[in-house]
């Protein structure tokens, strides 16, 4: 994602927190906090693809000050936690989706390309224990899809030190038939113009699969990470022509990460 995309998210947000009618409520008024980052990561240059290439991906979460942030994850979309009391986190989430067309991959020129745009929704973490988070995503496409995406994770997590902390844990991911008709399906039209057999897929899990990571406090407000996540696509995924013809079930990335915690009060 570029710089001002970055910056117009962060803008965004901002002017929601500094509206006049929000900020005399009282309800956004104490400490906060805002992370921003970047990842570099070697991934799939589709999402069912055989082929890698490296991207880099923004990093952005915003919550309160005063419960400790026991764990996050590469996997966490841009969230702000409007609720936090240590062991339940919850509030609205959004992830940005990129273009995808003919220009990415000579695998789908004569597929109908998937615009840009967003998907919103809300996210909830619970801590069942003190070495344990497990979160949920619900995400609705905007623009570039009209689906429904469900993402569901659960990370056991050690510190080996005071400011090295290592992770793993499985990921397990749902959508709806309209996102999968976006991303998997082939139409009449486009069988002709793909050489892709026809294929409507219907609703269902999109993959299952098994994440880790280790992290690096660097200071108090600076954090890297090492990470590598294996899924592999189940049910409309898997069937899919696309995938069946021309990429893989199997699906590897890894990548590493830095971010930067700025702490503030309204």
């Known amino acids: 994602m570029s710089k001002f995309a970055v910056a117009g998210l962060v803008l965004s947000v901002s002017t929601?927190?500094?509206?006049?009618?929000?900020?005399?409520?009282?309800?956004?008024s104490g400490d906060w906090s805002l992370t921003l980052g970047v990842a570099a990561i070697s991934l799939p240059e589709y999402e069912g693809d055989d082929k890698h290439r490296f991207v880099a991906q923004p990093i952005v979460s915003f919550g309160r000050q005063g419960t400790e942030r026991r764990f996050s994850s590469r996997?966490?979309?841009?969230?702000?936690?409007?609720?936090d009391?240590?062991?339940?986190?919850?509030?609205?989430t959004?992830?940005?989706?990129f273009e995808r067309d003919g220009g990415d991959s000579d695998d789908l020129v004569g597929l109908d390309p998937i615009r840009f745009g967003v998907e919103l929704g809300g996210f909830a973490e619970v801590y069942p224990t003190d070495w344990l988070r497990v979160r949920g995503e619900v995400?609705?496409?905007?623009?570039?899809?009209?689906?429904?995406?469900?993402?569901?994770?659960?990370?056991?997590?050690?510190?080996?030190?005071?400011?090295?902390?290592?992770?793993?844990?499985p990921r397990v991911s749902m959508a709806s038939s309209d996102y999968f008709?976006?991303?998997?399906?082939v139409s009449a039209s486009e069988s002709l113009a793909s050489g892709l057999a026809p294929y409507t897929p219907e609703g269902g899990f999109r993959s299952v699969g098994v994440g880790a990571a280790i992290k690096w406090d660097v200071t108090d407000t600076i954090e890297t990470s090492l990470f590598g996540e294996y899924s592999r696509l189940v049910g409309p995924a898997a069937d899919?022509?696309?995938?069946?013809?021309?990429?893989?079930?199997?699906?590897?990335?890894?990548?590493?990460?830095?971010?930067?915690?700025?702490?503030f009060s309204l």
């Open 240 to 263: 899919s022509s696309l995938v069946r013809e021309r990429g893989d079930e199997n699906q590897f990335m890894i990548g590493v990460s830095a971010t930067y915690r700025f702490d």
């Open 94 to 97: 959004g992830k940005l989706v």
């Open 139 to 169: 995400r609705h496409g905007i623009r570039a899809h009209d689906g429904l995406v469900a993402d569901l994770s659960a990370d056991a997590f050690m510190n080996l030190s005071p400011t090295v902390q290592i992770s793993a844990g």
């Open 85 to 92: 009391n240590g062991v339940v986190r919850a509030g609205p």
């Open 16 to 28: 929601m927190l500094a509206t006049p009618s929000l900020a005399q409520s009282g309800w956004f």
């Open 75 to 83: 996997n966490d979309n841009i969230s702000i936690g409007l609720f």
């Open 181 to 185: 008709d976006a991303y998997y399906g």
